[in-house]
């Protein structure tokens, strides 16, 4: 699978300037800053380990669209027989600094700057322990100054001042003719520079021309998993690789598209494409201000359409399983994503059309993104079916199980394959209920410590609320819909007062913070809870018009029994709404669960 090379550092840099070792398209670009760019040349020039570098062999035909590393100009689509999996940052500082005519791009502490980069020979031959110090890095221009830049110390724009400087122009050191033409000028200045420059070329040019790096080659039949891995583990310094960014770089490289359609698959553009869509008709699948991947991620996409591959594989009998894991992911061919996209894309659409109707209308009130890709691979493969009768249904009680049974909070890629095949089979009759089903429960102790939208459960109650009929305390013509949630600046507010209720029930037995003393209400509304209910209940009744026992309609609408709210009475509150949302709980699971040591009329089974 891969072999070790000693190769010549002017060797590799050569096939950089040729575009014969090029960087995979995922590669970041990155920039070194000036001082480690001087560190490593004094590294080079002193002939110590530089470290090892890892290439893929292509065969001359790279799996991944591929680039020039910066500062090269090979010829457009040349075809690389290397790609450069580890030692970007160091090779492409070596290439700008010693193969190049070209100032280096880098940056020092204040901004992006372009230098040069010298060695001074008579540090360099004095004291070979303070390289770093030999090594100079000059501005753009070649002018080197002191005094706040007032006066110049070395103009270096040519060869006599460079000679002048002793500053040996690390660019040309690989161009024998052009360092034995300053090698003469510099001698011509000074008869006591012979010897100096012999020791100079032995004790340093030497080193760099002579210099090997230690090169790993992993065989062009490397899978793309192990690409992947590798990538990952070597670039330890880096932002880790994600999937979709390596299948960018694979699907650009795909040379029958390219043939075919003139130019190369842009898969960031088709993601584009689709989650503007998406996100345009549904804010639930994010915030486009905010980035492409808030909310539903491309890797969301991509599991989706790696789960509708594998089960249509499958049926074929060309495959084994339902899966959507990274190596399903790597192995995803572009013909089947540019088939199945837009099957997927039609089915995120319908999904969120689904969690419009279970009142999810907002990416903050989501209650598990990651549910969403077995629902939508269910619908990609039934299509219309999932509108028939009793099939809605049944994927409603589903998706209920999961949030409230917070079955999707942990490792997901096995419960995405059961899903996607018993949900299926229970739809069409051919099984029994998933797993998810079966095994969700919601124990009512639950209800006290869901207290932040860290849950899914909690934000699972709150939508409930809302698609159960709750009306809003100050616009109270009709129930709450998703349409007019962000208008009215709908959230999640405190019914008692935290700080009345830690006064008056101190022993904390029935927690302020639980979403059982919270409800949905609009901006206004909560603007009017200054107090106990008792303080504000009858005012509010006054600006909605109301009589009093019509607005304790209202209040009844979020499962809330008026009579304790004008009582000031928490504890009485608490638990009746607690049972009430219980209540509300069994609905959408539509099953009944067992609970530890509580009576029968306190538990939802």
């Known amino acids: 699978m891969a072999g070790l090379d000693n190769v010549k550092l002017k060797a590799l840099l050569t096939d950089v300037a040729s575009g014969a070792l090029q960087l995979p398209d995922f590669q970041r670009d990155w920039k070194w800053d000036d001082d480690r760019i001087r560190a490593i040349i004094a590294t080079v020039t002193l002939d110590y380990p530089l470290g090892v570098v890892m290439t893929l062999e292509t065969g001359g035909e790279s799996p991944f669209r591929a680039r020039t590393l910066t500062g090269a100009q090979a010829a457009e689509e040349s075809d690389p027989s290397l790609l450069l999996l580890d030692g970007q940052q160091r090779l492409t500082s070596l290439f700008q600094a010693l193969f190049q005519d070209r100032p280096v791009e880098t940056k020092d502490a204040r901004d992006n700057v372009k230098r040069w980069y010298y060695v001074d020979i008579g540090k360099a031959v004095d004291s070979p322990t303070d390289r770093d110090e030999a090594i100079v890095s000059v501005p753009e221009d070649k002018v080197l100054r002191a005094n706040f830049a007032r006066d110049v110390l070395h103009d270096l724009t040519g060869t006599e001042g460079e000679c002048a400087a002793g500053l ?201 993104r990651t549910q969403l890709v077995p629902l939508a691979a269910v619908r990609a493969i039934l299509g219309e079916d999932t509108d028939k009768l009793g099939a809605e249904d049944m994927i409603t009680q589903w998706y209920w199980c999961g949030v409230l049974g917070e079955m999707y909070g942990g490792s997901t890629e096995t419960r995405f394959t059961r899903d996607v095949e018993q949900l299926i089979e229970w739809i069409r009759r051919e099984g029994v209920a998933p797993e998810t089903v079966n095994d969700a429960y919601f124990f009512s102790e639950r209800l006290d410590t869901l207290t932040t939208r860290n849950s899914a459960a909690y934000k699972g109650i709150y939508a409930l609320l809302i698609k159960q009929g709750a009306v809003d305390w100050h616009y109270t013509d009709a129930p709450l819909k998703p349409s007019v949630l962000d208008e009215y600046g709908v959230d999640i507010r405190h019914v008692f007062p935290r700080t009345w209720v830690r006064r008056h029930r101190p022993d904390g037995r029935f927690p302020a913070n639980s979403i059982v003393n919270k409800t949905p209400l609009s901006l206004r509304a909560a603007q009017a809870l200054t107090g106990p209910p008792a303080s504000w209940l009858d005012s509010l009744a006054v600006v909605a018009d109301m009589r009093r026992e019509w607005f304790d309609d209202v209040i009844a609408t979020h499962l809330i029994d008026p009579y304790f709210l004008r009582k000031n009475d928490y504890e009485e509150f608490y638990s009746a709404r607690s049972k009430q949302l219980l209540a509300m709980a069994h609905a959408a699971m539509g099953k009944r669960t067992i609970l530890r040591d509580m009576p029968d009329d306190e538990v939802v089974r």
């Not at 002579?210 to 891995?229: E, N």
């Not at 905010?290 to 969301?300: M, P, T, W």
């Not at 089915?347 to 209308?361: N, P, R, S, T």
Request: with cysteine; charged share 30%.
């Open 168 to 368: 040996f122009p690390l660019r040309i050191v690989f161009d024998t003719q052009k360092v034995n033409a300053w090698r003469r000028v510099y001698e011509k200045g000074d008869d006591r520079r012979f010897d100096l420059w012999s020791r100079f070329e032995e004790q340093v040019l030497e080193h760099v021309r002579s210099f090997q790096v230690p090169m790993i080659k992993l065989a062009a039949s490397t899978s793309m998993d192990a690409v992947c891995a590798v990538f990952e583990r070597v670039n330890t310094g880096g932002v880790p690789l994600n999937v979709f960014e390596l299948l960018t770089a694979t699907y650009a490289g795909d040379r029958a598209y390219r043939e075919r359609e003139g130019s190369y698959y842009q898969l960031p553009k088709a993601w584009q494409a689709i989650k503007e869509e998406l996100a345009g008709r549904y804010p639930v699948f994010g915030r486009l201000d905010v980035g492409l991947d808030d909310g539903l991620s491309s890797s969301d996409f991509l599991q989706a359409v790696a789960l509708v591959r594998t089960w249509l594989r499958k049926q074929d009998g060309l495959g084994t399983g339902v899966s959507c894991k990274r190596r399903d992911l790597l192995e995803l061919p572009l013909t089947d994503f540019d088939m199945l996209a837009p099957r997927l894309a039609d089915a995120f659409d319908w999904v969120g059309a689904f969690l419009e109707k279970q009142c999810i209308v907002r990416v903050t009130d989501l209650p598990y």
